[in-house]
């Protein structure tokens, strides 16, 4: 009972991704060929969001749920190497795949079961970084 918030949380953002048809295959595939601006006015809304959001944080001092204040830790630009190279291990996945994380568990959960080998592939990623993450260089 004490997650279930969580999974009412992830029930309503799998529908409305599934409604905004964000995990549409065929929306991706048309926002990697150029032939649409769907994803791009999607994408493009959330970072829009994103920086109204971090800015509230900032300029109010907003706490976290549990009254902590919420800490945005500086990006450190001599490291931008590690972002590239992480945002292109994350593109490939994505055209590769026709899906970012989010809307995995939201395809899942829609009936299309061969998403299982996508998400196991996502844990089996996470579970290696975990694994090897104090050897990685950061």
Not at 17 to 36: C, G, N
Not at 97 to 113: Q, Y
Request: aromatic content about 14%; proline content about 4%.
């Amino acid at each position: 009972m004490a997650h279930l918030k969580y999974l009412v949380t992830g029930l309503v953002f799998g529908f409305i991704l599934t409604k905004a048809e964000v995990i549409s295959w065929f929306r991706i595939q048309e926002m990697f060929r150029f032939h649409d601006i769907h994803m791009y006015g999607v994408i493009g809304s959330a970072v829009f969001i994103g920086i109204i959001s971090i800015q509230i944080i900032k300029r109010f001092n907003v706490k976290d749920i549990h009254g902590e204040d919420i800490r945005i830790a500086p990006k450190d630009s001599t490291q931008m190497k590690r972002y590239v190279i992480g945002g292109l291990i994350f593109g490939f996945g994505w055209a590769l795949t026709g899906a970012c994380p989010g809307p995995l568990f939201a395809l899942l959960g829609s009936g299309i079961t061969i998403f299982i080998v996508p998400i196991l592939a996502a844990l089996a990623g996470t579970w290696t970084y975990g694994a090897f993450r104090e050897k990685l260089p950061h």
